[in-house]
Nanobody, 131 residues
Framework: EVQLVESGGGSVQAGGSLRLSCTCP????????MGWYRRGPGNECELVSI???????LYADSVKGRFTISRDNAKNTVYLQMNSLKPEDTGVYYC?????????????????????????WGKGTLVTISS
């Protein structure tokens, strides 16, 4: 069964750090591009970061220099290290996968996250940053 299970969210003060994890059984993780997205209070879906199957990375301008995405193919897990957190980083963070071959059916993302065209989505983990 395909699953994307996020963990590591929580509440911290501005300037603090959190590390999100997303464990992904059930599909060909090694060959998949993995991404982190978030929905803030306005529910608009925003790309945070992507890591390609070959290890290339991309970040939203708003998180460059503060967030680091990484992956451990042996553990089928993708991480998002978030440092120097700001109140505007508050939101629900979702893990998503763009896979080379669909196993079963796609798992749609919430709301307009679907516009990003990723194949599988997790249920999200809440991050709250207080000032």
């Amino acid at each position: 069964e395909v699953q994307l299970v996020e963990s590591g969210g929580g509440s911290v003060q501005a300037g603090g750090s959190l590390r999100l994890s997303c464990t992904c059984p059930g599909f060909i993780f090694d060959d998949s591009d993995m991404g982190w997205y978030r929905r803030g209070p306005g529910n608009e879906c925003e790309l945070v970061s992507i890591i390609g199957s070959e290890g290339s990375t991309l970040y939203a301008d708003s998180v460059k220099g503060r967030f680091t995405i990484s992956r451990d193919n042996a553990k089928n897990t993708v991480y998002l290290q978030m440092n120097s957190l700001k109140p505007e980083d508050t939101g629900v963070y979702y893990c998503a996968a763009d896979v080379p071959a669909i196993m079963g059916t796609v798992i749609a993302g919430p709301g307009n996250c679907r516009e990003y065209g990723m194949d599988y989505w997790g249920k999200g983990t809440l991050v709250t940053i207080s000032s």
